[in-house]
């Protein structure tokens, strides 16, 4: 079956320090790939998405996340943490080829980010 | 540009009764798709929308349903509230909603059902 997986319910990780979140995924082919946050009381934000082509993929608020076709994963890093982001993070994915894919993203469960002074 | 747009942003019902919520997608996207939110399922996938027709559903009941209008503007209605519908109600818009299309999320409505 198709799905979207995240590790990490829940991370705690001190300001200024690195961060990445797993997402690996489960699909006959390789997807469209996203990665949204979600603030305490808000909707999703996209950070950054993956098509094809450079598997490094640059986003919004000095997030990258990396594409690797061998171990089904995207990523999500960010070399240092600053306090305003500590929120939830999810992974999504659009398959390439549905019938049943308009308008629709698969989500993984998220993943909780706690930042510590 | 204006992004996605939900009203209201929050609101109380009691059970067995009906709510409405409304969304206005970001300009010049035709494909408006709604998502609950709830701490026990995550994000799932209501229905999508485009050109007023209903292209995509979800495993949602039949108490759940929405339109389109013209303009691209979108309503969900859920009729016969239970309990189990308190829930953050997400609507998003894309382009023309084809896998691939980016999507936004507007910052959603949510539900109490008491």
């Known amino acids: 079956a198709q799905s979207v997986t995240q590790p990490d319910i829940h991370i705690t990780v001190s300001e200024g320090a690195s961060l990445e979140l797993r997402c690996n995924y489960s699909?006959?082919?390789?997807?469209?790939l996203f990665w949204y946050v979600q603030s305490p009381g808000q909707g999703l934000q996209l950070l950054l998405k993956y098509f094809s082509g450079d598997t490094l993929v640059q986003g919004i608020k000095g997030f990258e996340a990396e594409f690797k076709r061998s171990q089904s994963s995207f990523n999500l890093r960010k070399p240092s943490v600053h306090w305003s982001d500590a929120a939830e993070y999810f992974c999504a994915v659009a398959p390439k080829v549905s019938t049943d894919s308009w308008g629709k993203l698969q989500f993984g469960a998220g993943t909780q980010v706690v930042v510590t002074p | 540009k204006a992004g996605v747009t939900q009203t209201p942003r929050y609101l109380i019902k009691t059970r067995g009764q009906q709510v409405t919520l409304s969304c206005s997608p970001i300009s010049g996207h035709r494909s408006v798709s709604w998502y609950q939110q709830t701490p026990g399922q995550g994000l799932q996938f209501l229905f999508e929308?485009?050109?007023?027709?209903?292209?995509n559903k979800g495993n949602f009941p039949g108490r759940f349903s929405g339109r389109q209008f013209s303009n691209s503007r979108s309503e969900m209605n859920v009729s016969t509230l239970e309990l189990g519908d308190s829930a953050l109600y997400l609507c998003a818009s894309s382009l023309t909603g084809m896998p691939g299309n980016t999507i936004y999320f507007g910052e959603g409505s949510w539900l109490t059902v008491v």
């Open positions: 929308y485009f050109s007023e027709t209903q292209r």
């Open positions: 699909y006959g082919a390789t997807p469209y």
